[in-house]
Every structure is written in C-alpha cells, then in structure tokens.
C-alpha cells in the first residue's frame, strides 16, 4: 500500500520493551515497536505468538509484567481501557445485539458524553466514509460477514481514536470481498490519520497491508521494517520459514531459499537428491512438494512452460538466491 | 439428517402423560364433577382457610425469592465475573443445598436458631429465625440462595467478552459496560433464579409444617392437610386446581427468562474471560461470597455435629448408635436399615428411569432436532405439577389401579421420578443440543444402523451429561420428603420420612441421628455428581 511513514512526525504510539505473563507463562518478551499517525504496521506471526496479548496489552485489557506504552508520549500505565482512546476491532464485529447500526455506530461518542448532535453528525459521517448510510435501521444481525466489519470501522472511527488495533478482522470474510475489504480499511483509517497495528497470520494480506512490517514469533519481535526488506532480508531461520522460505540444514547453520528462486534439474546434475511428493495447478504456474534425503518437505515453484516431474520421481534441486543463517551458541 | 427415530420420543411423553398429565386432569375433573364450577369458586373465596394459605404462599414465596436475589445477586457476580482459585470447586459446592433433603434443612434452622440453637443461645435476639415466618424464609433461603447465585454467574458468563472489550474500548466506563453490555444478563440470570425460588418457596411443605403449624400452611401444606386429614378430597382436589392454575405464570415466566438466558448464552461464540480480583468491589462481592460460604458450612456443620451431640447431653455419637437400635425399630416400625434400604432403591430406580427416559429422548432429539424445544417444553410440565398435587393425584388414580397400598412403592419412585425429570434432564439437554450430526452420518454411511449410530457417537458425548442426570435425580430423590410423604405406609418409610416422625414423636435426638444420616448419604452424592464435574444448570 502506498502510504509513506512521515518520518517527521512524532510516533503515536510507542511500545517499549513489553513483556507479559498470561498467569505464569510468558507470552511476550521485551516488546518494541513505534507507529506514526497515518501509519499502518501490520504485525505477522504464527498462531500463539503472542499476537493478541500484544493487542490487549496495549489497550489495557491485559498487564504488562514490564514495559510501557505511550500514546502521543503519554504513559498509559495507568489509564483505564475507557480512556485510553485506542480502537480494537476484532476477528467478530463484536455488533451490540439489540441495537441498530446508527446505535451502534453512536454508541462511542455517546458514552464519551459528546452532545447529541455531535454524536449523531460523527455516526452518519462515519458510516458514509465506510459506505454503510442506508443501513442506518438495519438489526447488525441481518448483515453480512463484510457489512458488520465495516460497521465496526465506522463503530470505532466515531469514536475518534488515535490508534486503532485489527486483529484479523478480515480473517472470518470471504475470500472474494476480502481483499476489497482490507483496501477500503487501509484507505479509511489512513484519510484520518489514524496509526493502525493490524494483526495476522496471513503473510501475503500482512505484507500487503503493511507501510511495515514487524514479525513476531515465540512472543519475541524479530524485525520491523519496510515490507520489501523483511521479506527479502529475514534476521534469522525462524522468521524465514515464517515468510515461506525453504529451509535446508547446511554444515554448522542453514540455507533459505524462496520457493520460487528454485528449479529441479534432472538426476545427475549437482545438488542435493530430492524425491517429488506432489505436483499441482496453482494458475502462475505449478507448486511442487518435494522431499530431501534429510527428509524436510519443500515446496518449487515452476513457470508454465516448465516440464512437471510426476510424483515418485527424484530430481536434483537447486536455487539461485539464498541466504545462510548460522546456528546460535 | 437422514434418521427416522420420532416415535423414539414416544416413552417419555407417554410416562410423563401416565404418571403425571392424566391423574392430574382426572383429579381436576373428579374434583369439578364433584363439586362444580361453582364449588369450585366457593372453596377458594369461602374458605378463610385456603384464602389464608394461598396469601401465605404468596408471602412465603415473594420474600423469599426476593430476599434470596438480593444476598445471592452480588456472590453471583463474584462468581460469574471473576477469577479466583477454588471457583470450580464453589460453584460446585453451591450445589449442596439444592441436593439437601428439605426436612434436614429444616431441623438445621431448629439447631441454630430453635428454643436450644447454637446460634441462638449465644445471641438470643436471633431466636425469632427459629419460629414462624422468619424460620420459613430462613430455611427457605438455604436453599434459593445458592440456586440465584449460580443462575446469575450464569447470566454473566452469557455476556461476550468481545463486546465488553469493544465497549471499554469505544470509550465505556466500567459502569457503563455494566448498564449497556454485561448487566442485562446478570439481572435475566437472577430474575430465572428469583422465579424458580419463588416457585420452591411457594409450594414449600415441611417448612410451614414444622417451623410454624397451621396458621402458616402454604397451598401445598393445606392440600395434604384437607386430604388426610380433614377428610375432604374434593376439597382438596380443588384447591390443587387453584395451586396449578396459580403456579402457571410464575413458571411461564421462569420458562421464558431460561430460554433466553440459553438464547443468549448460545449466542456467545467465545467464553468470557473474567476479570482479575483487583478492585474494592470486587473485594467487596469476595467477601460477602465467602460469608455465605461459610454460613453454609457452618449450616452443615451444626447438623452434623448435633446429629452426632445433641443438645441434652449423652456419648458423642449416641444417638447414631440407637438410631439403628430397637429404639427406632419399634418407633419407626421398621428397621433403620430398612428405612435406608427404602431411600436408596426408591431413589435409584426414579434416577434409572430418568436416565433410561434421557437416553431415548436424545435419540429422538437427535433424529428430529425441531422436536427439541417442545420436547423440552414438555418435560417441564412437571414444574407445575406441585409434589403434593402429584402424590394426590397418583394416590386417588394409580393406586387403586395397581392394587392398593401394597404397591404404594411403585408410586414413591414414579412421583420421585417425575419431579426430578426436569431438572435432571437439564443436565442432558445443553450437551445434546450441541451435538453435531456429522459424527452419527459418518457412523450412519460406514453402515451402522442409526440406533448403534446414536450408542457410538452421540452417547459417549455426552456422559458426563447423562452421570450428572443420574445422580440429580438419586439425590433429588434420596432428600425427597412431601410426595412421599403423602404417599408412604409404614413398611415403605425412607429417611426424610423417618426424620420428620422421629421429630413428630418429639425423639429429637433420633431425628437429628436420622438427618445427620440422610445429610452424610446426600453429601456423598454430591461427592460423585463433583467428580462427575458438572455445570450447575437448572
């Protein structure tokens, strides 16, 4: 997406060296990360890597063991969820039941005590801006899957925050109006200004999203930068399997490379052996599963014009770009 | 779904029709051909009597359940919202006095707070909850208290956790999120537990009978009262009209505030999240949460302890000795072991019919899912069936039938079984609401027959659900005193029964013997129901 960080600008939110325990197990370590206003972070990680806790730490639904959180340099330590002006949408729209979209969405500057006609003002340009108006009578009940998260943007946008937190909002949506979806919420919460932390799992829609990127894994943020080089540039073996590297033992670490960057000579050639699993369509071309004598799955992209091994067969696999990772101590 | 197993539904709504709808209607219309409308209307605005009894079950009832919200809302809380070590083990142990037999409940209020109470001895003030009305609500009150306090941890555990954060984060105050998101299920939870209490505590028989005589009689009291022993069956089968026509819309109420507590409930995809004992609040609800606890084991302990030590002096442990004595024989007219004997054949058999009923509904329910609401409609129906009204109606129309009193036991564990339906079935219901079908179709295309799929699949879902069922109803059963009452001879006496003649015959130490028994027995129940681990569901 094309939203540039202002470097200019001073972060909204700060999150310095967070760590949390969920009883007494760890789920965060030492956590850092800044995000601009306008700016749209998309953090990526496994399930259980802590993702969620991140969220809910950082809107105080959880506490830190150690670390701070600022908004607009202000500590929050020890500010309740309700003033914190920090937005969460999540995986469920979360509609109050019972309540029609215009009350939903008015919910916000209601309870912030905002006159009435502010409040009513706020609603019906928030709904416009996620293109809701009409919907206004509607019972959230009757809305579809895509309806309700856009509600829920306009739901928080009324509220007027300056962080918005997504966590996999678009996880529970169809493939076909997903992709629809994340645009219109990437070019909604960027018109206003908004620093946005977008959670997922999903390595393409995180990299999509992303102004940057940061992965998270074992509760431990591994790198935050600029899409492009996280993917390209991944700091240890960990987060290159997490970005869909192949991965190969080699002498006293490792060698990565991009399904892609890989082709499967014949037998014969140099390389290392490996046996073919499986061959399949996937519309650019085929994906192909293979197996190596160490016995790890790895998967070769190849072109349409390429000839398809079948499975059982062995093949020579090699690639063109790789990176190496070392074993740590 | 492919199964065919409708008229597997067949044996509950037949055995609740036999036993239960059809005596009733042939009491109702024996009592109108009798006396007729007019007689009908006469006897309830004529008699002073059944005036003042049906006033004292709407006083008795009202406050009860009132009161009982009012102690039991702020531990439901604590107790829905938060998490806390023990919790499971609370929740379970609240459990306790529902499962107690009524008539030990009332010789406990006798211990703390009669003529010689624990508590009243030291603080004689609080010798009026010894006597009379306060006595009634006071007993009353052990039981409904626990039952609001689970139904409104239930109301606030049907709250999402996702809309709650959702409102924090839009900007809600914790009191606002109360009004707006988790509040309303609170108060639906206490107000289900309110009107079930107030159906309990208006049909309540030993309390009135023994706390405080005639002048308190409920309906259900004056009842059994105009039939054994004003000789007036007519009568009596009148005012039961009157008690049922009046129970309606309390149950009516209690039916709708469940289906939407459940509605609600179902309605939530991800479980709360409870909150941290961290606030002066929260500080505040732990702490009347554990005084009702201990007042509760304090209760227990008294019983137990009086059981085993009465008031007069005598061996620790005496009277438990002569309870099984020669003594008790010939004032019971039968062994205790006998006695014992009764409870627990009467009480397993009612729990095996209950299970064997729940087994085949489940079928049903699994062949014709859309039978599920008016089937569980319809094992309700007993709710409104007041234990008296059923022994009544067996006695007038199932007795004669069978060949009088010398089947009598053939009743005590029909009515025992019928009572406990409802709440026992609840147990089973929830785990066979959620089944999915797609287990029993795989058992179903791999060739099994859809009974076997059923056995295979469905079943072993939901045993906890069936072994909870079970041991409700045994220990509904075991603690069962008014129908049994109304229908026991001499030879058939169980536990509760023998407690109540021993206090009759003023053998106080015998019966105080004979509840510690029945309190040791029904605790042990508790004990399994515990291990069986089950949600408190009514």
């Given at each position: 997406?094309?939203?540039?960080?202002?470097?200019?600008?001073?972060?909204?939110?700060?999150?310095?060296?967070?760590?949390?325990?969920?009883?007494?197990?760890?789920?965060?370590?030492?956590?850092?990360?800044?995000?601009?206003?306008?700016?749209?972070?998309?953090?990526?990680?496994?399930?259980?890597s802590?993702?969620?806790?991140?969220?809910?730490?950082?809107v105080?639904?959880?506490?830190?063991?150690?670390?701070?959180?600022?908004?607009?340099?202000?500590?929050l330590?020890?500010?309740?969820?309700?003033?914190?002006?920090?937005?969460?949408?999540?995986?469920?729209?979360?509609?109050?039941?019972r309540r029609?979209?215009?009350?939903?969405v008015?919910?916000?500057p209601?309870?912030?005590?905002?006159?009435?006609?502010?409040?009513?003002?706020?609603?019906?340009?928030?709904?416009?801006?996620?293109?809701?108006?009409?919907?206004?009578?509607?019972?959230?009940?009757?809305?579809?899957?895509?309806?309700?998260?856009r509600?829920?943007?306009?739901?928080?946008?009324a509220?007027?925050?300056?962080?918005?937190?997504?966590?996999?909002?678009?996880?529970?949506i169809?493939?076909?109006?997903?992709?629809?979806?994340?645009?219109e919420?990437?070019?909604?919460?960027?018109?206003?200004?908004?620093?946005?932390?977008?959670?997922?799992?999903?390595?393409?829609?995180?990299?999509?999203l992303?102004?940057?990127?940061?992965?998270?894994?074992?509760?431990?943020?591994?790198?935050?930068?600029?899409?492009?080089?996280?993917?390209?540039?991944?700091?240890?073996?960990?987060?290159?399997?997490?970005?869909?590297?192949?991965?190969?033992?080699?002498?006293?670490?490792?060698?990565?490379?991009?399904?892609e960057?890989?082709?499967?000579?014949?037998?014969?050639?140099?390389g290392?052996s490996v046996?073919?699993?499986?061959?399949g369509?996937?519309?650019?071309?085929?994906?192909v599963?293979?197996?190596?004598?160490?016995?790890?799955?790895?998967?070769?992209?190849?072109?349409?014009?390429a000839?398809?091994?079948?499975?059982?067969?062995?093949?020579?696999?090699?690639?063109?770009?790789?990176?190496?990772?070392?074993?740590?101590? | 779904?492919?199964?065919?197993?409708?008229?597997s539904?067949?044996?509950?709504?037949?055995?609740?029709?036999?036993?239960?709808?059809?005596?009733?209607?042939?009491?109702?219309?024996?009592?109108?051909?009798?006396?007729?409308?007019?007689?009908?209307?006469?006897?309830?605005?004529?008699?002073?009597?059944?005036?003042?009894?049906?006033?004292?079950?709407?006083?008795?009832?009202?406050?009860?359940?009132?009161?009982?919200?009012?102690?039991?809302?702020?531990?439901?809380?604590?107790?829905?919202?938060?998490?806390?070590?023990?919790?499971?083990?609370?929740?379970a142990?609240?459990?306790?006095?529902?499962l107690?037999?009524?008539?030990?409940?009332?010789?406990?209020?006798?211990?703390?707070?009669?003529p010689?109470?624990?508590?009243s001895?030291?603080?004689?003030?609080?010798?009026?909850?010894?006597?009379?009305?306060p006595?009634?609500v006071?007993?009353?009150?052990?039981?409904?208290v626990?039952?609001v306090?689970?139904?409104?941890?239930?109301?606030?555990?049907s709250?999402?956790?996702?809309?709650?954060?959702?409102?924090?984060?839009?900007?809600?105050?914790?009191?606002?999120?109360?009004?707006?998101v988790?509040?309303?299920?609170?108060?639906?939870?206490?107000?289900?537990?309110?009107?079930l209490?107030?159906?309990?505590?208006?049909?309540?028989?030993?309390?009135?009978?023994?706390?405080?005589?005639?002048?308190?009689?409920?309906?259900?009291?004056?009842?059994?009262?105009?039939?054994?022993?004003?000789?007036?069956?007519?009568?009596?089968?009148?005012?039961?009209?009157?008690l049922?026509?009046?129970?309606v819309?309390?149950?009516?109420?209690?039916?709708?505030?469940?289906?939407?507590?459940?509605?609600?409930?179902?309605?939530?995809?991800?479980?709360p999240?409870?909150?941290?004992?961290?606030?002066?609040?929260?500080?505040?609800?732990?702490?009347?949460?554990?005084?009702?606890l201990?007042?509760?084991?304090?209760?227990?302990g008294?019983?137990?302890?009086?059981?085993l030590?009465?008031?007069?002096?005598?061996?620790?442990?005496?009277?438990?000795?002569?309870?099984?004595?020669?003594?008790?024989?010939?004032?019971?007219?039968i062994p205790?072991?006998?006695?014992?004997?009764?409870?627990?054949?009467?009480?397993?058999?009612?729990?095996?019919?209950?299970?064997?009923?729940?087994?085949?509904?489940?079928?049903?329910?699994?062949?014709?899912?859309?039978?599920?609401?008016?089937?569980?409609?319809?094992?309700?129906?007993?709710?409104?069936?007041?234990?008296?009204l059923?022994?009544?109606?067996?006695?007038?129309?199932?007795?004669?039938?069978l060949?009088?009193?010398?089947?009598?036991?053939?009743?005590?564990?029909?009515?025992?079984?019928?009572?406990?339906l409802?709440?026992?079935?609840?147990?089973?219901?929830?785990?066979?609401?959620?089944?999915s079908?797609?287990?029993?179709?795989?058992?179903?295309?791999?060739?099994?027959?859809?009974?076997?799929?059923?056995?295979?699949?469905?079943?072993?879902?939901?045993?906890?659900?069936?072994?909870?069922?079970?041991?409700?109803?045994?220990a509904?059963?075991?603690?069962?005193?008014?129908?049994?009452?109304?229908?026991?001879?001499?030879?058939?006496?169980?536990?509760?029964?023998?407690?109540?003649d021993?206090?009759?015959?003023?053998?106080?130490?015998?019966?105080?013997?004979?509840?510690?028994?029945?309190?040791?027995?029904?605790?042990?129940?508790?004990?399994?129901?515990?291990?069986g681990?089950?949600?408190?569901?009514?």
């Amino acid at each position: 997406m094309g939203v540039l960080v202002p470097s200019s600008e001073p972060p909204a939110l700060e999150v310095h060296d967070l760590s949390v325990s969920l009883g007494r197990t760890p789920v965060l370590d030492s956590v850092s990360f800044e995000v601009a206003p306008g700016e749209l972070l998309s953090l990526m990680g496994p399930n259980g890597s802590g993702k969620t806790t991140l969220l809910r730490a950082i809107v105080g639904l959880e506490r830190p063991a150690r670390g701070t959180v600022r908004l607009d340099g202000r500590d929050l330590r020890e500010v309740p969820v309700h003033r914190r002006g920090i937005g969460l949408l999540l995986q469920e729209a979360a509609l109050f039941p019972r309540r029609t979209v215009y009350e939903n969405v008015a919910y916000g500057p209601l309870v912030q005590g905002r006159p009435l006609a502010e409040a009513d003002t706020e609603a019906h340009q928030a709904l416009e801006l996620v293109r809701m108006q009409g919907f206004e009578e509607r019972d959230p009940a009757t809305l579809s899957g895509g309806e309700r998260q856009r509600v829920a943007l306009a739901r928080t946008i009324a509220a007027h925050p300056r962080v918005v937190l997504l966590d996999e909002p678009f996880a529970a949506i169809d493939a076909g109006v997903r992709a629809g979806l994340r645009g219109e919420f990437r070019h909604v919460l960027a018109e206003r200004g908004i620093a946005t932390v977008h959670v997922t799992h999903d390595r393409e829609e995180g990299l999509f999203l992303g102004d940057r990127v940061a992965i998270l894994l074992g509760g431990r943020l591994r790198t935050v930068g600029a899409p492009a080089t996280v993917h390209d540039e991944p700091p240890d073996v960990e987060t290159a399997r997490f970005l869909g590297y192949n991965v190969l033992p080699e002498g006293a670490g490792w060698v990565a490379f991009r399904p892609e960057a890989a082709r499967l000579d014949p037998v014969g050639s140099a390389g290392p052996s490996v046996e073919v699993l499986a061959v399949g369509f996937t519309g650019r071309g085929s994906l192909v599963v293979v197996r190596s004598t160490s016995g790890e799955r790895l998967e070769v992209e190849l072109d349409r014009a390429a000839v398809l091994p079948r499975p059982g067969e062995r093949r020579v696999l090699n690639w063109e770009r790789s990176l190496r990772f070392s074993r740590r101590a | 779904m492919s199964l065919r197993g409708g008229w597997s539904v067949l044996p509950i709504v037949g055995y609740v029709l036999l036993f239960a709808l059809l005596p009733v209607a042939l009491l109702f219309g024996g009592g109108l051909l009798a006396g007729g409308w007019a007689g009908w209307i006469d006897s309830l605005t004529q008699s002073p009597l059944n005036r003042q009894a049906f006033e004292n079950s709407l006083e008795q009832g009202a406050l009860s359940a009132a009161l009982a919200v009012a102690i039991g809302y702020p531990a439901g809380v604590f107790l829905g919202r938060y998490t806390w070590p023990g919790r499971s083990a609370v929740r379970a142990f609240l459990l306790v006095p529902f499962l107690l037999p009524s008539i030990v409940v009332v010789l406990g209020i006798l211990d703390l707070f009669g003529p010689s109470g624990t508590v009243s001895s030291a603080l004689p003030a609080l010798g009026v909850l010894g006597h009379g009305l306060p006595a009634i609500v006071a007993a009353n009150l052990v039981f409904n208290v626990p039952i609001v306090i689970l139904f409104t941890a239930l109301g606030c555990e049907s709250a999402s956790a996702e809309l709650e954060e959702s409102a924090a984060t839009l900007g809600a105050s914790p009191a606002r999120a109360y009004r707006d998101v988790w509040g309303p299920g609170s108060w639906l939870g206490a107000a289900a537990g309110g009107f079930l209490t107030f159906l309990f505590s208006a049909v309540a028989f030993a309390t009135p009978l023994v706390l405080c005589g005639a002048r308190c009689y409920t309906v259900e009291a004056r009842i059994w009262y105009l039939d054994q022993y004003g000789f007036d069956p007519t009568g009596a089968a009148l005012l039961a009209l009157a008690l049922f026509l009046f129970l309606v819309i309390p149950t009516a109420l209690y039916l709708l505030l469940l289906h939407r507590l459940r509605s609600s409930s179902s309605s939530v995809r991800t479980r709360p999240r409870p909150g941290r004992v961290r606030s002066p609040l929260a500080y505040a609800l732990a702490a009347e949460t554990v005084a009702l606890l201990g007042a509760i084991a304090f209760f227990l302990g008294t019983v137990l302890y009086r059981s085993l030590s009465p008031p007069g002096g005598g061996t620790f442990g005496a009277p438990w000795t002569q309870l099984f004595g020669p003594t008790a024989t010939n004032l019971l007219g039968i062994p205790l072991v006998q006695v014992l004997a009764n409870t627990l054949f009467f009480a397993a058999v009612a729990a095996t019919i209950v299970l064997l009923l729940g087994i085949v509904a489940g079928y049903a329910l699994g062949a014709r899912p859309r039978l599920g609401t008016g089937l569980s409609l319809y094992v309700f129906l007993p709710l409104l069936i007041s234990p008296v009204l059923l022994a009544f109606s067996l006695a007038e129309f199932w007795r004669p039938v069978l060949g009088g009193e010398s089947t009598v036991w053939i009743l005590i564990i029909v009515s025992q079984s019928i009572l406990a339906l409802p709440f026992a079935l609840q147990s089973l219901q929830i785990p066979l609401a959620g089944l999915s079908p797609s287990a029993r179709d795989s058992a179903r295309v791999l060739g099994a027959p859809s009974w076997i799929a059923y056995l295979d699949t469905d079943l072993p879902r939901v045993r906890r659900g069936l072994r909870t069922a079970g041991l409700f109803a045994f220990a509904l059963g075991l603690g069962e005193f008014t129908a049994t009452y109304f229908l026991v001879t001499p030879n058939f006496t169980t536990l509760s029964v023998a407690v109540y003649d021993l206090q009759d015959l003023r053998q106080f130490p015998l019966a105080e013997a004979a509840a510690g028994l029945l309190l040791v027995v029904s605790l042990a129940v508790f004990a399994a129901v515990n291990y069986g681990g089950p949600r408190a569901e009514f």
